[in-house]
């Protein structure tokens, strides 16, 4: 079977924990195993080191990144945030040898050595590019079809392209989680906003009604030109923007609708026939509904 | 037509910060808009945004400007560096401009929670029911993650101790609690 290091982050882990627990049961059923990286912090999240000095993100990154290292295995992570961190913090050092001396003074502190060996992937990408479609396809007990999906990629999965090692053939017109929807029968009708932003993170914290009104666009959008039966992501800080946010929009009569909101693998997971008690447990947005929909004995694939 | 030679325009020695603290393609940038046209703090309506913010600093600004937290919303989405034509790299001058609002303490408040506890756990985002939402779900109550190791925290601790950010005196009160255990 195949490894990958499961590089949680802190959001799913603490926040999403039905998400990690879909990575952990659907990943085995399309022969990936998943390794736990003993000891990971958090990536580190762009308002703490990377604002405040490079080398010292650098080398909270590649400490984490060596924790793969030393298991021989590459990383895949679930979370937009730490993918972005990690990716260009690798790209970073690996195209500049005179960082990487230092940042390894640094990291010799901690009696580590980074390398350079590990890969760094996002869950979406080692789905599409090295499980591929139709190995989850086949996966599938149940079918989406019929049902209509909104596609929310997230931002930095898809920028900037130069330091990933998969990319979308235009990450402003981003494809992979629509036929990674497709793959489970789902349709996927385009929307004008489909590649903007969600609000959540920097901007949400630094003034939540702007970034609330960011998401009120996007919601609006995908509502009004598609009125989909569920809103789909890879990104676990667009997850909780759009679950969560979304019902303080409806607390404050801002929007008067209410849509599902799954991680990727949540859904993949329903489809597979997993238990959502464990899979699709917590959420702001009720979702009860979709997923007997989902799980119904109509939807049953020979 | 008047030409503006921008490297003798950085009598403050302003550019020369910013470059050295990662904005490497201040210069470059001739104001074409690309970036502007897909931010999304600059659609959200903030006050300093990627091309703005460079041409205040290439026109020598920085006191001016400097107490202006709209660049901590930044979400490092890097839309701009990727549409940029001229390899400016946006986001990274807007990352640059932090890293000098940092030194100053010229800090989003919003910023301090995560930084301290990051320094604490190892995570900047911690929720106190996760044990509670875990166990609901069939996991185990504490994660693979530096939250149940105290060698992993221990390790991340000694890479701060000596950055710049300790430096800043942020992590003060934590340093001297570990040092009274």
Known sequence: MEQFGMYLGCNIPFNAPDIEQSFRQTFPNLGVEVVDLQGATCCPAWGTAPSFDINTWLAISSRNITL??????????????CFGILAEAKHMLDHDPGRKAQVNR????????YSGSSEVYHVAHVLHNKIGVEKINASAKYTLRQLKVAVQPGCHLLWPSAVM????????????????CHALGAETPHYSRLESC?????????????????LKDKLKSMKEEIDPDMIVTTCSSCYLQFDNAQKLLRDKGEIDFAIPVFYYTQLLALCQGLDPAQVAAISETPRDEIIVRIQSKQRLLN | MQTVNLTQMDKEGIAEKVIAMGGEGLLNCVQCGACASVCPVARAGFSLYCKNLIKKLQSGYMEEILEDSSTWACQACNRCTEICPRDVKPSEVVFAFRRIQAEELAISTSAFTPLMSLY????????????????KVGLPETPPTSIGDPKAVAELQKILDDSPMAELGIFLNLMSRKQEK
Do not use: W
């Open chain 1, 68 to 81: 793969a290292e030393s298991e021989q295995v590459d990383i895949m992570t679930g979370c937009n945030s």
């Open chain 1, 106 to 113: 640094l990291l010799s502190k901690a009696d580590r050595k």
């Open chain 1, 165 to 180: 090692k998969v990319k979308e053939k235009n990450p402003f017109f981003p494809t992979m989680l629509k036929e990674l």
């Open chain 1, 198 to 214: 969600c609000g959540m993170g920097a901007m949400r914290s630094t003034n939540q009604e702007r970034a609330l009104d960011t």
């Open chain 2, 120 to 135: 604490e756990t190892g995570h900047a985002v911690y929720n106190k029911r996760s044990k509670e939402l875990r166990k």
